[in-house]
Every structure is written in structure tokens, then in C-alpha cells.
């Protein structure tokens, strides 16, 4: 079974920064696509960064291009959310999720593994 577990949320001046991690574990676990989603209560969840894994393209919404930088890790099946210049409106559970099939979407109906979520403050 796969298992995606992200690290690195915390409470945060307006302006700082935030390293979030996954790690994902599990058999045969070869995704095409990773990203990070966050979500705050009552709103609908927003795609943030997402990497094709094969290929190392990167996409990130307007709204943090600039500020925030997917990669993966040196070991297996890592991936890293660098977060520069938050701001209030970042404040949201930040999710991993990653996809087995091709193609690489904000669609997270489309994702079939999902971390538990990692809570980023910004004040």
C-alpha cells in the first residue's frame, strides 16, 4: 500500500519561510505526476505545485510562481515544497498527492494518493 506523509508545516510570519516535505513508501510506487494542493475550510482545493516526475517539468499557479518551488528529494520517492515570501492568504492545509497515470493536471480528482496534510499558518 502506498502512503504519502508530508512534513514541515508550522506558524510563520508574513514574509518568512517553510520547507514542506513528502515521503512517500509502498511497492512498485512509480507516480507520473506529484504535486501539492492546500485547502482552506469551506473553499474548494487549489492546486499549488505539480512536477511530471519523468521529465522534471514544473507548474505552480499564478498565485505563488515566484514564491514557492517544487522538487524532489535525493532519496526516493521524496518531494519538497520550498515555501519564500508567505503571505496571510497561503494559510491552508497543504496536501501532497501524486498519480499513477500519464498526464500531470490540477485536477485532483485525478490524483489516486493523498497524504494526510500538513497545516502552514501565516500571520
Known amino acids: 500500500e502506498v502512503q504519502l506523509v508530508e512534513s514541515g508545516g508550522g506558524s510563520v510570519q508574513a514574509g518568512g519561510s517553510l520547507l514542506l516535505s513528502c515521503a512517500a513508501s509502498?511497492?512498485?510506487?512509480?507516480?507520473?505526476?506529484m504535486a501539492w494542493f492546500r485547502q482552506t475550510p469551506g473553499a474548494e482545493r487549489e492546486g499549488v505545485a505539480r512536477?511530471?516526475?519523468?521529465?522534471?517539468?514544473?507548474y505552480y499557479a499564478d498565485s505563488v510562481k515566484g514564491r514557492f518551488t517544487i522538487s524532489p528529494g535525493n532519496a526516493t520517492n521524496t518531494l519538497y515544497l520550498q515555501m519564500n515570501g508567505l503571505k496571510p492568504e497561503d494559510t491552508a492545509m497543504y496536501y501532497c498527492?501524486?498519480?499513477?497515470?500519464?498526464?500531470?493536471?490540477?485536477?485532483?480528482?485525478?490524483?489516486?494518493?493523498w497524504g494526510q496534510g500538513t497545516q502552514v499558518t501565516v500571520s
Open positions: 498527492a501524486a498519480k499513477t497515470s500519464w498526464g500531470c493536471t490540477w485536477s485532483g480528482a485525478a490524483y489516486n494518493y
Open positions: 509502498g511497492d512498485s510506487f512509480s507516480p507520473y505526476c
Open positions: 512536477i511530471a516526475t519523468g521529465s522534471g517539468n514544473t
